[in-house]
């Protein structure tokens, strides 16, 4: 009836509005590096904006434990199975903690080599290179906050996740500014001060989390002393749902890259990566709604699923979709209103405003469709159904999005609006494929 149906709207609206504000914070360091940088001029914006890049691509890895973790964490909730939740979680953290060590280590070794291979010279090399070396070597921390956000996230409990972000941003805005300009008495190191600013302010953001986990402020406290021999019954069940998502976060951020180099190759090269700069981070914060969505819904419907209540699961799956996508088409409103106000707040030069500006309204209606593939990508993978997204992202990202820019830009002659074209295109076809495959309903599974 309507009102069980307001209550589950009410439900998922209490899961996601903090996960929609903490992710938002969580953009906003992307935003406050380019911004502040920006400073320094656009070769400057476009070595952090390609560095960035690179480091989701190699960070998007971790989804495969993320996903893994939110998924078991909220049936084995949802299951009130609290000994293998904790277990669940202990394995995790440590699973995240050895793998993101030896991400670190080969991310610094290959910085400035795949760099180069896409395009970056001179100064936006120079300037890139020694930010990426030091994301990657303090990568254990964003690593760390993540998967502790999942773990929240799986029991439901959004709040803390978001009080932790409160503390890492304002830290982040303070840290940056001071190391990137040499203020109140901190060294004076550039473009690398804006790394170093998300390291300082990541690290207290995973003790914090770890802290809260440990010492009962959360749904379950999770036992201390843990285990430190890794239970690999439980990592293979987190993995087998996981990997499938980790695979398609390396391919959807690969995409992402090598349009970086597609752009490189354009008529006005600095002008096109910086405005693709900018549209990836407008990006970041536009999405965010769907990927909270995302998180509630997997959380919802994982914890059915536990308890082994279908009905109830497709009731959270759909109400879930539909909220989600109520809140898209608004920001999506509220960007194209303010389109030339967005790009002039990154830059000055005039012609990454109006490139920018193109940029932005393809970029807007590609959000829509988007964010239909994850919210309801984050409905399958409460039942542990990712392999058919990660398909769908090869067929929309590379199938689609990488060679129709290509062609567009210089067969077509359209340059730089050639890639704004075609990754609405990509973006649409992949909505459509994964809402379809939603409907089908073979995500209606308990895995515990």
Avoid: H
């Amino acid at each position: 009836g309507l009102s069980q149906q307001q209550s589950i709207l009410r439900q998922v609206w209490w899961i996601a509005w903090p996960v929609v504000i903490a992710s938002l914070l969580d953009a906003a360091e992307g935003m406050i590096d380019i911004f502040m940088v920006g400073k320094i001029g656009p070769e400057a914006i476009s070595g952090v904006g390609m560095s960035r890049q690179i480091v989701f691509v190699m960070m998007v890895v971790m989804m495969s434990i993320t996903a893994g973790s939110r998924t078991l964490i909220a049936q084995f909730y949802g299951a009130r199975r609290f000994d293998d939740l904790s277990r669940a979680a202990q394995q995790s953290i440590a699973l995240a903690f050895l793998f993101s060590l030896f991400l670190g280590a080969f991310g610094v070794l290959i910085s400035e080599e795949v760099l180069s291979l896409l395009g970056a010279r001179g100064d936006v090399l120079s300037y890139a290179t020694p930010y990426l070396r030091l994301y990657f070597g303090g990568c254990v921390f964003l690593v760390l906050n993540f998967v502790i956000g999942s773990i929240f996230g799986g029991m439901g409990d959004t709040r803390t996740p978001l009080k932790i972000s409160i503390v890492i941003i304002i830290l982040k805005v303070f840290a940056t500014y001071g190391l990137l300009f040499g203020a109140w008495g901190l060294p004076k190191m550039g473009i690398s001060g804006a790394a170093m600013g998300t390291i300082v302010s990541r690290s207290v953001g995973v003790v914090l989390g770890i802290y809260f986990l440990t010492q009962g402020y959360t749904r379950v406290r999770i036992s201390w002393p843990w285990r430190l021999k890794l239970e690999w019954v439980m990592i293979r069940k987190m993995m087998a749902i996981g990997i499938p998502s980790g695979i398609t976060g390396f391919f959807r951020n690969g995409a992402r890259v090598l349009l970086y180099r597609v752009a490189a190759m354009t008529s006005n090269p600095t002008a096109s990566i910086a405005s693709l700069t900018i549209g990836f981070q407008v990006r970041l914060v536009t999405i965010m709604p769907a990927l909270a969505f995302s998180v509630a819904a997997t959380a919802l419907v994982g914890q059915r699923l536990g308890a082994r209540e279908i009905p109830a699961a497709e009731r959270y799956g759909v109400d879930t979709i539909r909220l989600c996508m109520i809140v898209i088409s608004g920001i999506g409103a509220c960007a194209l209103f303010f389109a030339s106000e967005i790009v002039s707040a990154f830059t000055d030069a005039p012609v990454v405003i109006e490139l920018g500006y193109t940029m932005l309204w393809f970029f807007t209606f590609a959000q829509f469709f988007s964010s239909l593939s994850i919210v309801t990508g984050g409905v399958m993978a409460g039942g542990g159904e990712t392999r058919p997204p990660l398909y769908y992202t090869m067929v929309g990202q590379w199938g689609i999005m990488l060679p129709v820019s290509y062609i567009l830009s210089f067969t077509s002659g359209l340059d730089a609006t050639g890639i704004w074209i075609a990754w609405f295109l990509g973006g649409f076809t992949q909505g459509l494929l994964t809402y379809r495959r939603y409907l089908k309903g073979f995500w209606k599974v308990s895995l515990i």
